[in-house]
């Protein structure tokens, strides 16, 4: 069973196209940090978000904390072909993190 | 470099037979975990090692896999009897501390003939 819920699984969308993932949990988490990794490679640290309700930005990324911080969305705008990736999150406690099985993402030209 | 270093990047292994794959980790850094990652799927969380504490041994899948962590830097992934479901990519990373950024190497890809 996964401490991290991520949804959809798989999302394969146009170019110019705006999307949104999830990641749900019924654990409080004091952080909760989102990654992307491309093929071939780790995964590489977008953000972290600590406080409930917080939202950051990263250019066309708007990551949320759920008020309750069991709970976090990643909304991408006019997806292009590099945002091609699997994301996962990672909710952290005491000394640790876990992650989520990630959601794989196609933005086809 | 500074980054995670894992080694060998590559490993083809006959079923029934052992492997060890290596971790160098951030100089400083406390924390090292390590994941499994199978064709398309996630991270499967493995084996956490936090400072002199006792390892998190709560990932591994069987009795086969053990690690260690010497002298709180370099760690081994020694996987015994290897099965063909043991082929998958290994992730390695490590963090100032649990709570911080883990920063990942790019990764040992092992395929059991």
């Known amino acids: 069973t996964q401490l991290l819920e991520q949804s959809p699984q798989f999302l394969s969308i146009q170019e110019g196209e705006n999307l949104t993932v999830y990641c749900n949990s019924s654990?409080?988490?004091?952080?909760l940090q989102w990654y992307r990794q491309e093929p071939g490679e780790g995964p590489v640290l977008l953000v972290t978000?600590?406080?409930?309700?917080e939202v950051k930005k990263l250019k066309r990324l708007t990551f949320q904390f759920g008020d309750a911080r069991k709970d976090s969305s990643l909304h991408i705008t006019a997806a292009q072909p590099g945002d091609t990736g699997l994301y996962l999150c990672a909710g952290g406690n005491n000394n640790d993190m876990r992650f989520g099985a990630g959601t794989r993402l196609t933005v086809k030209p | 470099g500074a980054g995670v270093s894992q080694s060998p990047s590559n490993k083809v292994t006959e079923k029934g037979k052992d492997v060890e794959l290596r971790c160098d980790p951030i100089?400083?850094?406390?924390?090292l975990y390590w994941y499994r990652q199978s064709l398309g799927q996630g991270l499967e969380f493995l084996i956490y090692?936090?400072?002199?504490?006792?390892?998190?041994k709560s990932g591994l899948p069987s009795d086969r896999f053990s690690a260690e962590r010497t002298g709180g830097s370099v760690s081994t992934l020694t996987i015994q009897r290897t099965q063909q479901e043991d082929s998958a990519v290994y992730l390695c990373a490590s963090s100032l501390n649990g709570r911080n950024i883990q920063y990942f190497g790019a990764g040992t890809r092992l395929s059991v003939l």
């Open positions: 654990s409080v988490f004091s952080s």
């Open positions: 978000v600590v406080t409930g309700g």
């Open positions: 090692f936090q400072g002199n504490s006792a390892p998190d």
């Open positions: 100089s400083g850094h406390t924390a």
